[in-house]
C-alpha cells in the first residue's frame, strides 16, 4: 500500500492565484482530512469528509473547497491564494470507527507570494 | 474534546528511558487518550492510545493513572531518531469520533549523544 500520497511537495503561488491540492489514499478509509501547520504551531483542521459526498467544516475553512467523490480522493482547493494561506497542509486518513488513528500524508509546503 | 497540557520541551540521553508527561485531568469517561508524534518537516505519526489499562506496542508504552487525570509516554530506550515533537490528544472513539484531532503545542523531545 503507498498509504496516503500528497501532490505536489512543494508549490509557490503568486496572490490571488488559484490551485488544488491533490490527496489519495489507497486503504479504503472512510474518513479524511486536511491540517496546515503554521511555522512553530501544532495542526489546525481545516475541512473533513466522513465518506464520499460528505464534507465538514473544520476549525479554519475560510478560503479552501473541499468535495469527496470517490473514497479514495480528497483534493483541497484554494480559491484566491493569500500570503496567510502560507503553510504546510497535511492530509489524513482513518476508518471512520477509528478516527483517533490518522495515517498522515508526507504534507505539501505551499508559499504565497 | 478535554484539553490536554504538555511541557514545551525536554531532552533525553540516547539510550535512555524518555518519558513525556501529559495532564488531562478533564477528561471524561468515554475519552481516550492519544499520542502521535512528528518528526522535523513530516506527516504526523501515530504511536499509541489507551482508555484506563497502560498499553504497549512496538513503539512506546502508555501508562494512565487510575483517576486518568494524567498519563506518561514512554520510549524505553530512546534514539537520535526519536527526537520529535510529541502530542498528546484526548478523544473519544468508535463512530461518535468525527475525526477532529485537536493538536496542541506538544512536547519537543531531544534525544542527545
Known amino acids: 500500500n503507498a498509504g496516503v500520497t500528497q501532490t505536489p511537495k512543494f508549490q509557490v503561488l503568486k496572490t490571488g492565484q488559484s490551485m488544488t491540492l491533490q490527496c489519495a489514499q489507497d486503504m479504503n478509509h472512510e474518513y479524511m482530512s486536511w491540517y496546515r501547520q503554521d511555522p512553530g504551531m501544532g495542526l489546525r483542521l481545516i475541512h473533513y469528509?466522513?465518506?464520499?459526498?460528505?464534507?465538514d467544516q473544520g476549525e479554519v475553512p475560510n478560503g479552501y473547497n473541499v468535495s469527496r467523490s470517490t473514497t479514495e480522493d480528497f483534493p483541497l482547493r484554494l480559491l484566491s491564494a493569500a500570503p496567510s494561506q502560507t503553510s504546510v497542509y497535511f492530509c489524513?486518513?482513518?476508518?471512520?470507527?477509528?478516527?483517533?488513528?490518522?495515517?498522515f500524508g508526507p504534507g505539501t509546503r505551499l508559499t504565497v507570494l | 474534546d478535554a484539553k490536554t497540557t504538555q511541557p514545551t520541551s525536554m531532552d533525553c540521553a540516547e539510550g535512555r528511558a524518555a518519558n513525556l508527561p501529559c495532564n488531562h485531568s478533564?477528561?471524561?469517561?468515554?475519552?481516550?487518550v492519544y499520542w502521535y508524534r512528528q518528526i522535523h518537516s513530516q506527516g504526523p505519526q501515530y504511536i499509541i492510545h489507551g482508555l484506563k489499562n497502560n498499553e504497549t506496542n512496538e513503539m512506546a508504552s502508555l501508562i494512565i493513572t487510575e483517576d486518568r487525570k494524567s498519563s506518561t509516554l514512554i520510549l524505553p530506550h530512546a534514539t537520535l531518531r526519536d527526537t520529535a515533537v510529541y502530542y498528546c490528544i484526548a478523544d473519544v472513539e468508535g463512530s461518535s469520533n468525527t475525526g477532529k484531532l485537536i493538536f496542541g503545542q506538544g512536547t519537543t523531545l531531544q534525544v542527545k549523544p
Open positions: 489524513a486518513s482513518s476508518y471512520i470507527g477509528r478516527a483517533g488513528r490518522q495515517f
Open positions: 478533564t477528561i471524561s469517561g468515554n475519552e481516550y
Open positions: 469528509s466522513v465518506g464520499a459526498g460528505i464534507t
